[in-house]
């Protein structure tokens, strides 16, 4: 009975101790502490949370989107162009879909899982997991109708599904769509205006422009309501400016007023007051985050000490707190890396050495001949320009280059004496030194003869010179040293950061428009015949006769919706506003001026909502970094940063 008594007491112990441990590590990933405590539970869900299980899920994630490229159409050619495009690769039927049946199993145990650990009660007021539940059954059932029609079916339904495996996966992704949420409202009112703004000039252009009056301008660009419309719209992103002002300013300058007056109320007072309005909303959301997760962690550390707290009468001996702080250790060694102690050496001389190679002022003599690197390879760059690879003279870049990379040698060794393999190991900029110093050595040894005449694209040189720029990025150390620099620094990497949701939002939305954009306009766009093999003379006559401006006096072929790879590139150009117009034209023309439509909501969700979106991110970012700034010292902000470490709690 006593032995039954003293099994049962170390058993309680061991699951209390494991119940802190996993709200510790729950505090420490900023992860909700709602969920199963059991002995079983906790060995599932710490399992459920390694590494290697979030690395497979992950993976899974990535091989479910990136099938899109091989499925058909395939993007498996070396060219999106249909005038010279071979004949993409085309998998198999049943190649695909054995991959994809594979990630929905791992989705499924995924979802099982997820939901077993949080209970039916949780998984019902759960929506992410509900609709996970949903997207997981619509393509299984998509998968099973396209193997029952042998691949050979028009709609793939689940590929429109595929992007909300990587949504419902990340929690800063799903922070960021309720951040959004809250902006959309505010965003469809300027909108609106906007849209007002529109059609109210359209409407006057209209009149102003008439046939008899100024006939070309109605010709090019008012010549109907969708045309006027679209060439205000364009007119509104700057694309062609001053094109469609031209046919009327050269009758009469007077007509400049219209266009002027519809620029400065559209895209600089109503797009940046849109700007303005997203970011008033956005303002605040990297800081409510942090809250977030700053509450997340405390009620985890308040949980575990809970556990011990109330249950310190089962532990029979301090053995068992020890063994809890080891454990939380253990998984909080992820905020405190240390550099090992310096290798200790006898001789005076060496100790001498060690403090020599050891000084700052070391570093600054790198980053000093890294320069003079870099200015060497660009001086005979610029000497050799002119020059074919088979005049130039390598003799004295050769010489050059051997004592730079005798010196990177040099310091590498230096600095492994003075800090020892793991000392030097333990620091980032020293492995990024090493590798290039290793990179440069095993690229110049085997080939001391290089003859590019007779090796291809890239001669041993230019390998040397473009691996040596990489040694610029040394010169990034000198950042933290100024103050204004730091700040902007310390900006980006935050910005890097935080951006992570963001672009995988847009990813996703990427992914969408594609798809769509296949379903609606795959093969939609063909060259003439006599396009098929382009010939320089063939091409030049072709070219002339065409319209200019337009998709194909342009010659945007290989931008097209004919596989998922050069959609999104088409996409990509249609971001950016430049020449946006020349896609749209060009797919009314071959398809329906109801085509119009994709383009515009593309571009008012890409370039209008996402790009604001990025812009009040830097804002908010920098501003929030440069009120701390000015409000404490460096010293004060690394106080701070030490104080909310786990290890501190612990002390």
């Not at 405590?37 to 479910?64: E, F, N």
């Not at 053995?319 to 454990?327: A, G, L, M, S, Y």
């Not at 005979?380 to 870049?397: C, P, Q």
Request: with cysteine; glycine share 4%; aromatic share 14%.
């Amino acid at each position: 009975m006593g032995l039954l008594t003293l099994s049962l007491s170390t058993d309680d112990e061991d699951l209390y101790i494991q119940q802190a441990v996993v709200f510790i590590e729950d505090a420490i990933q900023f992860r909700s502490i709602n969920h199963r405590v059991d002995a079983r539970s906790l060995r599932l869900y710490r399992w459920y949370y390694s590494k290697i299980c979030q690395w497979g899920l992950g993976l899974t994630i990535a091989v479910v989107l990136l099938l899109a490229f091989v499925e058909r159409p395939s993007s498996l050619s070396a060219s999106s162009d249909p005038r010279h495009r071979s004949p993409p690769w085309e998998p198999p039927c049943g190649f695909t879909e054995s991959i994809e049946m594979v990630c929905l199993v791992i989705f499924s145990l995924d979802l099982a899982v997820k939901s077993y650990l949080i209970g039916w009660e949780e998984l019902r007021k759960n929506k992410w997991l509900i609709g996970y539940t949903v997207v997981i059954s619509v393509s299984t059932i998509d998968w099973v109708l396209s193997v029952s029609m042998v691949c050979d079916e028009k709609l793939r339904v689940r590929r429109l599904l595929r992007p909300f495996f990587l949504l419902q996966n990340s929690s800063l992704m799903k922070k960021t769509l309720k951040c959004i949420k809250r902006t959309l409202p505010e965003i469809a009112s300027v909108i609106l205006l906007l849209a007002l703004h529109l059609c109210l000039f359209t409407m006057i252009g209209m009149l102003l422009f008439a046939k008899s009056e100024v006939g070309s301008e109605w010709k090019l660009h008012f010549r109907s309501l969708p045309n006027s419309l679209t060439s205000l719209l364009v007119l509104l992103t700057t694309a062609n400016n001053p094109d469609v002002m031209i046919p009327a300013y050269s009758l009469n300058r007077g007509y400049s007023i219209f266009f002027v007056t519809f620029s400065v109320i559209g895209t600089y007072c109503l797009m940046n007051l849109l700007t303005a309005i997203i970011y008033n909303q956005f303002r605040g959301y990297l800081l409510m985050s942090v809250q977030t997760s700053i509450i997340r962690r405390r009620l985890g550390i308040r949980a575990a000490f809970q556990v011990l707290k109330t249950h310190t009468h089962h532990f029979s001996s301090k053995t068992c707190i020890v063994c809890f702080f080891q454990r939380s250790r253990r998984a909080s060694t992820v905020y405190s890396k240390q550099h090992p102690p310096l290798p200790q050496y006898n001789s005076p001389v060496l100790q001498r050495c060690q403090v020599i190679f050891s000084h700052y002022y070391l570093t600054i003599l790198g980053n000093a001949v890294a320069l003079a690197n870099v200015i060497c390879i660009c001086t005979v760059l610029v000497l050799n320009s002119e020059k074919s690879t088979a005049e130039r003279d390598n003799f004295i870049m050769e010489i050059i280059n051997l004592c730079f990379i005798l010196y990177y040698l040099f310091e590498m060794c230096v600095k492994i004496f003075a800090f020892s393999w793991r000392g030097y190991l333990s620091y980032r900029n020293n492995i990024f030194d090493g590798f290039l110093t290793i990179l440069l050595l095993v690229t110049l040894l085997p080939y001391s003869h290089w003859d590019p005449a007779s090796h291809g694209v890239m001669s041993l040189w230019e390998m040397l010179r473009l691996i040596n720029m990489l040694i610029v990025f040394r010169f990034l150390r000198i950042i933290p040293d100024i103050k204004l620099m730091a700040l902007v620094a310390s900006t980006l990497l935050d910005l890097v950061k935080n951006l992570r949701a963001f672009a995988g939002i847009l990813m996703v939305v990427y992914y969408v428009f594609a798809v769509f954009g296949i379903w609606l306009f795959e093969g939609a766009i063909k060259p003439p015949p006599e396009m098929s093999v382009p010939s320089n003379s063939s091409m030049g006559n072709i070219t002339s006769s065409m319209e200019c401006g337009t998709y194909e006096q342009l010659g945007y072929w290989p931008n097209n919706f004919d596989d998922f790879a050069a959609s999104l590139i088409l996409l990509y150009d249609v971001m950016v506003v430049n020449n946006w117009q020349a896609f749209m034209d060009a797919y009314s023309r071959y398809t329906t001026e109801w085509s119009k439509i994709y383009f515009v909501c593309w571009w008012l969700t890409s370039s209008v909502m996402w790009v604001n979106l990025f812009v009040a991110l830097i804002l908010e970012n920098f501003i929030y970094k440069w009120d701390r700034s000015h409000s404490c010292s460096v010293t004060d902000v690394e106080r701070i940063r030490y104080e909310t470490s786990v290890q501190l709690m612990f002390r």
